[in-house]
């Protein structure tokens, strides 16, 4: 369904409902063209809905949170020709099997506070558990914009349980489990065909939810943007070359930390493998499609294991890519309380990408309903391709890409790079690391030195666009006066 059809079917939808989200400027979100999934089974227990996440168990002032079952037949789907590196992949059908997994959402209590946009996160099992690192890394946008979530349990593992990629503290007896094992009482009905399924049951949970769904009280969303961080990301890039050509349900895409593969089509009953796609082919993302794609890549994800400096593309007027200096694939606030118990020999990152996510979903919701582009950042610097190698300074600071003030007014060095520790979590979560008091005696005449300069830098930060206004306070917060010398 190209643009002006999106269009006229909104507008005829705005004509015919009392809906919110129809306003002049809305690009109206994709309408059902296709199956969609039965949501109307409200999932209850004794225990609440279970996501692995330091939200586990939280509320959100304004916000109510539902739980359901999302059943229907899924196709999966074999792609015609090469998978090749342009992304301009050709699916087609293939497989069908019956699902009954589930959906968590989370949406305003009051329809006068929504603000027409469904974000749909693909759910991500790299933990062995459902996890929502998107919607934790952009919850306080998510609610001062009145956004509705969507956590898709998109994959076998998360939901019959299956192999773990990393465990993280806290996560033992829980990772590898799935939902099932978990809470059987809950979420004994549920019944995943496959990974192969994956992207058409995703496809039909958004469908639905464009659609004027009684699980979203009805409200017709303006827009859809799918959202997914590491493997799940990953997923996507699956999803856009080669099944959103077919589906065309989303209005936008959020990309954040994906790896240089693809998430692989495979057979029914099995677990894509990830793991074993690494050193794969190198697909980017396909140029010939409307729907845009903002790409935010951490330090650490630009070269290790995930190498994504191998499949950078150029900006255009459907892409963008930020690679954020001084941040890592997951850090000391997605991990929230358990980023204590983590021993990766040195202290694990402690840089402000959430603050820069929240700005870059910000800039894709406007380039999605209005269509002004998001700012564009420099690319970070690399020493070597081969292998590849960021390029640091003396302190051992990336230079290039993305600069926010605890990078460019430094008391700590933050960086991709892991620490010592050989555990795969540990090569996920860079590091910080003091800088020696002598080097900061060189670099601040005074702590006041230091505090202008970093404000002066986190309002340069704010006016590229980098982070929001709002969250201004929150980079201020990550300055440490206490560190230089009065």
């Given amino acids: 369904m190209q643009a002006p059809t999106k269009l006229l079917l909104a507008a005829a939808l705005c004509l015919a409902t009392t809906t919110i989200g129809c306003g002049d400027d809305d690009s109206g979100a994709a309408q059902p063209t296709g199956p969609t999934a039965d949501l109307s089974e409200e999932i209850t227990g004794d225990n609440p809905p279970f996501i ?26 074999r792609a015609i020709g090469e998978m090749t590196e342009d ?28 603000s027409g946009t469904v974000i749909v996160e693909w759910l991500n099992v790299s933990g062995g558990i459902d996890a929502g690192p998107d919607f934790d890394s952009l919850t306080e946008e998510i609610l001062r914009q009145g956004h509705a979530w969507a956590g ?10 299956g192999p773990v990629l990393v465990v993280a503290p806290g996560a033992e007896g829980l990772a590898g489990e799935g939902l099932k094992n978990i809470d059987p009482q809950r ?13 058409d049951i995703f496809t039909q949970i958004a469908r639905e939810l464009g659609s004027g769904s009684a699980a979203l009280e009805g409200w017709v969303p303006s827009r859809i943007i799918a959202a997914g961080e590491s493997q799940s990301a990953i997923a996507l890039v699956t999803y856009y070359n080669g099944v959103h050509p077919l589906a065309d349900v989303f209005d936008g895409f959020f990309i ?18 990830l793991a074993g796609s690494l050193g794969g082919a190198n697909p980017i993302f396909r140029t010939d499609l409307d729907a845009p794609i903002f790409e935010l890549q951490a330090e650490g994800d630009v070269t290790g294991i995930l190498a994504s400096a191998d499949v950078r593309q150029p900006d255009s007027d459907r892409f963008r ?19 204590d118990l983590t021993d990766c020999g040195v202290a694990i990152n402690d840089g402000p990408l959430h603050l820069i996510a929240k700005a870059a979903f910000h800039h894709l919701v406007e380039w ?25 300074d003396a302190d051992g600071i990336a230079a290039g890409g993305l600069r926010s003030p605890p990078v460019d007014v430094p008391v700590y060095v933050l960086s991709g790079d892991p620490g010592p520790s050989p555990d795969i979590l540990c090569l996920l979560l860079g590091s910080t690391t003091p800088i020696p008091e002598t080097r900061l005696d060189e670099l601040y005449t005074s702590r006041q030195d230091y505090e202008q300069m970093y404000a002066t830098a986190a309002d340069q930060t704010i006016a590229a666009g980098y982070v929001l206004e709002e969250d201004r306070e929150a980079l201020l917060g990550y300055s440490d006066p206490s560190r230089v010398a009065e």
């Fill in 187 to 199: 979420y004994a009905s549920l019944q995943h065909p496959g990974d192969g399924f994956s992207f």
């Fill in 87 to 114: 992304g301009r992949w050709t699916f087609e059908e293939d497989g069908s099997a019956d699902y009954r997994t589930r959906v968590l959402l989370r949406y305003p209590d009051d329809s006068a506070n929504f």
């Fill in 321 to 339: 890519l930020w690679e954020a200096a001084g941040t890592a694939h997951a850090d000391a606030h997605l991990l929230g309380p358990i980023a």
């Fill in 52 to 77: 692995g996440s330091p939200n586990l168990g939280a509320t959100f002032p304004g916000y109510v949170e539902h739980e359901y079952v999302a059943a229907g037949t899924a196709v999966s789907y």
């Fill in 256 to 273: 954040h930390s994906r790896g240089s593969v693809s998430l692989p089509l495979v057979g029914p009953g099995e677990w894509a493998d």
């Fill in 152 to 161: 898709v349990s998109a994959q076998l593992i998360g939901v019959e349980g």
């Fill in 368 to 392: 999605v309903r209005t269509g002004t582009p998001p700012p564009t950042a420099p690319l970070l610097e690399l020493a070597s391709t081969d292998p590849l190698a960021i390029q640091r």
